[in-house]
């Protein structure tokens, strides 16, 4: 404890509370910083500034702050690597949120893929095979993936070449629909699996033009 003159002691002040400052660090989903920003930005004496209602050109990195800070903005360094680094003034957090939410807007427009399943046994029949061969191609024809298998019960894994011979023939017959996302087929457990990717629709010839006729 300090020591007082008049042989006392007085206890050490206890620290009021720090004034609220903008929050500096901004991350991204994994948790790393996307941009240096404001104080982050180190190690360098000036910067090309660029930004809404702001005079582009060279500045010094404590002027840059400056502006920025009148403006109740932050710097943000967007291309570190230039000579002088470029760095933008601009409200931070807000563009975040708005690339996030452009991020999640085009993840739900996204086209999701729809795979569809055809089962087979080692010893399908001509009758069944054509059958799921018919769905199979409607499957690919409306842009959805297909998975086809054939399922070993029991000791028919003995069968297993069957299965390669009849995952071969379908291929050949979905061949003009859909290709093979890889071959020859996958054995998981009792399922030999082999997947079909639609092919993209071949676009109509052009009809010719009909002859003119002569005009006498």
């Given at each position: ?8 002691y ?19 989903n ?38 920025a ?49 055809i ?15 018919r ?24 069968f ?13 017959d ?22 079909f ?20």
């Amino acid at each position: 404890m300090p020591f007082k003159p008049n042989g006392g002691y007085r206890p050490k002040p206890t620290p009021g509370p720090r004034p609220q400052q903008r929050d500096q660090r901004v991350t991204n989903n994994n948790g790393k910083d996307q941009h240096r920003i404001n104080e982050q930005i180190r190690g360098v004496k000036e910067v090309r500034l660029v930004g809404d209602n702001v005079e582009m050109g060279i500045y010094s990195i404590q002027d840059a702050m400056r502006i920025a800070e009148e403006q109740e903005l932050d710097l943000v360094e967007i291309s570190p690597t230039a000579a002088p680094p470029v760095c933008k003034v601009m409200d931070y957090q807000k563009f975040c949120y708005q690339q996030k939410k452009k991020a999640k807007d085009a993840k739900a427009n996204a086209a999701k893929v729809v795979v569809k399943e055809i089962r087979f046994g080692p010893q399908t029949d001509d009758h069944d095979y054509e059958f799921k061969l018919r769905h199979a191609k409607e499957f690919l024809q409306e842009g959805s993936k297909v998975k086809s298998y054939v399922f070993f019960k029991g000791r028919s894994i003995l069968f297993k070449e069957q299965g390669e011979v009849l995952l071969a023939r379908f291929a050949q017959d979905l061949e003009e629909f859909g290709k093979p996302d890889s071959y020859p087929p996958v054995l998981e457990g009792k399922r030999m699996i082999l997947m079909f990717s639609p092919k993209a629709a071949k676009k109509a010839a052009p009809k010719p033009d009909a002859p003119k006729e002569d005009k006498e």
